[in-house]
């Protein structure tokens, strides 16, 4: 090694590469605890007798915002050094808006961020498909492509309310509205001439966002407002069983938390440049004139 400099590129993984391979794993972290949080609620409790009645109250849901939450946290510090562990494809496309991620590089983390998706679902499998098999013994399911397989579905993906009857209006409109939120809270907690978040508590603060959406706007559909977090899950479930259940056929929405998610996505990259960012930037300048004067007496 004598002669070489080991501070230097080394090889691919200096490259983009590198950056979609910590993607990858970040999203992968995410899946695994988000679902998994789901799967502990759904089936994991029930099943393992810790607790006789799901989703009792509001308890349930609060286990799964909760675990979302966390989950993002976790997603983020293990990649954030790296490529800013974004792992939501709604995010990337709103960095590549603002400028900040070459157009080039979105559809390979796209791919990067459903490939690990889907394989953060597929660890969340591995660990419970005994609990999985058991609700549907238990409840008398044939299928996991049936009307009651969607159950044990909902951990790994997500679905619009029953109050929408059928319509994607309402649904489209919830993904915009949660994904917006998202990308408003990520824009103003990262933006180093707002209040952004000190001491590294930057992923902690937005899992508290994704909290907080959880809790606020989490029941229309599943509050998604992350494409990769629903299109991987979607594909592991259609190939492990869940057939109808995760593509229903021409009238299926599964597009709902894609386009959902994008639309709001560039409506608050755009939104928070027009109401903040021109704001900041301007009274920075301002303050830079007025010193500048004060020093030139």
């Known amino acids: ?112 961020q459903v490939a690990g998706a889907f394989t953060g679902a597929a660890v969340v499998y591995l660990d419970y498909y005994k609990a999985i098999d058991q609700w549907n013994l238990v409840h008398h399911v044939v299928s996991r492509s049936s009307a009651g397989g969607a159950t044990t579905f909902s951990i790994f993906a997500v679905f619009p309310a029953s109050y929408y009857h059928g319509s994607w209006v309402g649904p489209v409109i919830d993904q915009i509205i949660g994904t917006f939120f998202l990308l408003l809270f990520v824009l103003a907690i990262t933006d180093a001439k707002n209040l952004a978040a000190q001491s590294n508590l930057g992923p902690f603060i937005i899992g508290l966002a994704v909290v907080a959406i959880g809790i606020s706007f989490g029941t229309g559909v599943g509050y998604a407002i992350n494409p990769a977090r629903d299109f991987g899950p979607r594909l592991f479930t259609y190939l492990a069983g869940w057939g109808s259940n995760a593509f229903p056929g021409i009238a299926s929405v599964w597009w709902i938390p894609i386009v959902g998610p994008m639309i709001g996505a560039a409506l608050a990259t755009l939104g928070y440049e027009f109401f903040i960012e021109r704001t900041l930037i301007h009274r920075a300048a301002a303050v830079s004139e007025m010193q500048e004067e004060v020093s030139n007496g």
Do not use: C, D
């Open 1 to 112: 090694m004598a002669g070489k400099n080991t501070m230097g590129k080394r090889g691919w993984r200096a490259t983009a590469w590198g950056e979609l391979l910590s993607e990858f794993l970040g999203t992968a972290v995410l899946l695994a605890f988000g679902a998994g949080s789901v799967a502990v609620a759904v089936v994991g409790l029930t099943m393992s007798g810790r607790t006789l009645v799901i989703f009792q109250g509001a308890g349930g849901w609060m286990l799964i915002t909760w675990g979302w939450g966390l989950a993002v946290v976790m997603g983020v510090y293990v990649a954030g050094g790296i490529s800013g562990a974004h792992i939501n494809p709604a995010v990337k496309l709103a960095m590549a808006i603002r400028g900040a991620l070459p157009w080039r590089k979105v559809v390979p983390y796209w791919i990067a």
